[in-house]
């Protein structure tokens, strides 16, 4: 069974620029979620896709947008870099059923630095 | 205040000790309870989830949910050096998780 993989692992962008960071789900989940972690604080939730379709939101801008396809995998871009982008973001997938109710399964995320 | 509070330590322990990692909530619709552990450079990993209150143990690990004080606690027993990483409690609301800042436990030899 494949874990949650993402790419790139690294990535340099300069403020104003765009940027698109890819996750591909967990064999058999249909449910990925997005989260933003700063350095030294935990995860907070960006948005969540669910049969390709935005299923929730957190407090982030408009600027921050995401794609899910068929294969369950999903992108999150992030239009108007700022400084304050610079975080590792992760992706989570969940199974079917109740277990996407507590198992939310992270990949290793992309560290965005933003200079 | 926020939703869910953590203290972020650090916190150092001799090898073989009790650790125990608390966290607070504000929100008390809160029903699932999770407890990730995050090495660095790396993605959390989803180490037990509880359901409401009441206690559950998984080898070396055992989650406490007490709703009514709003409180939840991981303890490890037997702690090793592989223990050492940052401890992040969970608790869903909706489609998100919502996360304390995490714990940074040191486990010395």
């Known amino acids: 069974e494949t874990g949650v993989t993402q790419s790139p692992t690294h990535l340099i962008k300069t403020r104003g620029q765009q940027v698109t960071l890819r996750c591909s789900s967990q064999s058999g989940h249909n449910t990925v979620s997005w989260y933003q972690q700063a350095l030294g604080q935990g995860p907070q939730f960006i948005f969540q896709?669910?049969?390709?379709?935005?299923?929730g939101r957190g407090n982030f801008p408009p600027r921050f947008s995401g794609l899910q396809f068929p294969n369950y995998s999903s992108e999150l871009n992030v239009n108007a870099l700022e400084l304050d982008d610079s975080a590792l973001y992760l992706c989570a997938s969940s199974p079917r059923g109740e277990g996407s109710l507590y198992e939310q399964y992270f990949g290793p995320g992309t560290r965005l630095t933003v200079t | 205040q926020k939703e869910v509070e953590q203290d972020p330590g650090p916190l150092s322990v001799p090898e073989g000790a009790i650790v125990s990692l608390n966290c607070t909530y504000s929100n008390s619709a809160f029903q699932y309870f999770m407890w990730y552990r995050q090495y660095s450079r790396k993605g959390p990993e989803l180490l037990m989830y509880t359901y409401s209150s009441g206690n559950k143990e998984d080898g070396r690990f055992t989650a406490q949910v007490d709703k009514s004080s709003k409180y939840i606690s991981l303890f490890i027993r037997d702690s090793q050096p592989s223990d050492s990483a940052t401890y992040l409690c969970a608790m869903r609301a909706g489609t998100a998780l919502i996360f304390g800042k995490g714990t940074t436990l040191s486990v010395s030899s």
């Open positions: 896709y669910y049969r390709e379709e935005e299923n």
